[in-house]
Structures are given as structure tokens and as C-alpha cells.
């Protein structure tokens, strides 16, 4: 988890923390941002999902209004 957060490109930011799941148990929640090439991303996120199993989990892409498709 290390090199893929603390060691990972620039263009990766992730807001991560503990919440409290319906069960009453902490839980690790990671919010992954990718501002690149949209290819790259999708590399260096896929090393994410195989952290772990995860409770939810839903990456997509996701372009700003006016922006080039």
C-alpha cells in the first residue's frame, strides 16, 4: 500500500480514512483521484484494487464539463 500511495506519480491523489461500517466495525475508505493520461490511471488504479476485498468499490472516469473527450 505504501508504494502505491506515498510512493505513487504525481498525478494520484487519494483521500483516505477510517469510518465506522453498519456492523460497528472501522473500516479503510480510499477515494482515489487521477488527473493524467487517462490510460496511466488506469494502471496505477488497478494496483489499488488488489489491496484487498473491498466492501464497495466503484472506480470510473470521469471528464469535466467542456473538457476534450
Not at 493524467?36 to 494496483?47: H, I, K, N, S, Y
Amino acid at each position: 500500500m505504501e508504494e502505491s500511495l506515498l510512493r505513487g506519480p504525481d498525478e494520484l491523489t487519494v483521500q483516505a480514512g477510517f469510518i465506522t461500517a453498519p456492523t460497528g466495525e472501522p473500516v479503510l475508505f480510499a477515494a482515489p483521484t487521477w488527473c493524467g493520461d487517462p490510460e496511466a490511471g488506469t494502471r496505477v488504479l488497478q494496483q489499488l484494487t488488489e489491496l484487498g476485498e473491498p466492501l464497495l468499490g466503484e472506480l470510473g472516469l470521469g471528464r469535466r464539463p467542456g473538457s476534450p473527450a
